[in-house]
């Protein structure tokens, strides 16, 4: 049953060009499956740029971290494991000595804890010109966050959701006072295309009868790339300097993975041809955040450096501002209890 819902990921794959993804041919930006972050942020000069990374400590977070700070990027990677962001930080820095990472702690699974790393981030009066939203699990069994949330959909969207309105405002102030356009990216995944049937099970979001490993990690997806358009179309309508825009990495062998490590060494078998390595996991994203051609480009998903069409639920707009007065009310629900 898993391994079916992974294949057809396969197909979904399938219809973005096999040819494309196995040869790694260019799309339209110039870039593709095979390009690295380093080759698509190359001569970019990020030196008066501040970013933070959530889950950068790791995978394809940590790549996205250490090519953002070899642009000269100020990174700051938020982490749940200090101690793991910490290595990561000197990993870095070994490589680039003139690199500024700094690390902060955050629980994405509770938002007293993003409530906690954003007073910590302001405190350090900064900047913030790029948030990337990348941390996540994956195919997690069923639990609750201390909030009392289903934990993909409260680590994958509702952390960040906090987290993002939360620093908002900063962005907003850096964009308007620098006049250099903010970003933001989200790392949503093709498995946004295999969610529940409604796509969000808003009247059973924490249920565990019926609760799917591989559905909720696609509804959490679905969330992020709904939560991406929403908040696009919100800044377009005040008039804002910030961009907002989805992208799924590729499909890459990390970390993530270790909630079914057999699952995914079975799938990587059939469909060898359409896996990529970190550096070229972490191309969308680095793309998406720093390339020249993205200035202005908001509300839009990527897939291997270039453009792609969501699913139909993704482009639902009713959809999209449901989640978002949803996401609220879960928030707002949580700090009175
Ligand atoms: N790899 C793929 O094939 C693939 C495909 C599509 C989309 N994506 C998306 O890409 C993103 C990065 O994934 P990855 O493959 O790089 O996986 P990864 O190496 O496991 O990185 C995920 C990061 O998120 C962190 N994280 C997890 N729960 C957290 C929490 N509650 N609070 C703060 N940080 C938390 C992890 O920290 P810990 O080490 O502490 O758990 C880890 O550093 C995810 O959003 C994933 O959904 C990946």
Known sequence: MHLCSSLSFTLQVSEMGIFALMTGRPGPSGFGSASTAEQVTEGVDASNLTAIVTGGASGIGFETARVL???RAHVIIAARNIEAANEAKQAIIKENISARVDVLKLDLCSLKSVRAFVDSFNALDLPLNLLINNAGVMFCSHQLSEDGVEVQFATNHLGHFLLTNLLLDKMKNTARTTGVEGRIVILSSLAHTTPYQ????????????????????????????????????????????????????GLI?????????????????????????????AATTSYVALHPKM??????????????????????EKLAKKLWDFSNKLIDGASKS
């Open 198 to 249: 409604e796509g969000i099970r808003f009247d059973k979001i924490n249920d565990r009868i019926g609760y799917s490993e591989l559905k909720a990690y696609g509804q959490s997806k679905l969330a992020n790339l709904l939560h991406s358009n929403e908040l696009s179309r919100r800044l377009q309508e005040e008039g804002v300097n910030i961009t907002v825009n989805s992208v799924h990495p």
């Open 253 to 281: 062998m990390t970390p993530l993975m270790r909630h079914s490590p057999l699952l995914m060494k079975t799938f990587k078998l059939f469909t060898f041809w359409m896996w990529k390595n970190v550096p070229q996991g």
């Open 69 to 71: 700070a070899l642009r």
């Open 295 to 316: 200035k202005g480009v908001t509300g839009k998903y990527f897939v291997d450096c270039n453009e792609m069409k969501p699913s139909s639920h993704a482009g639902d």
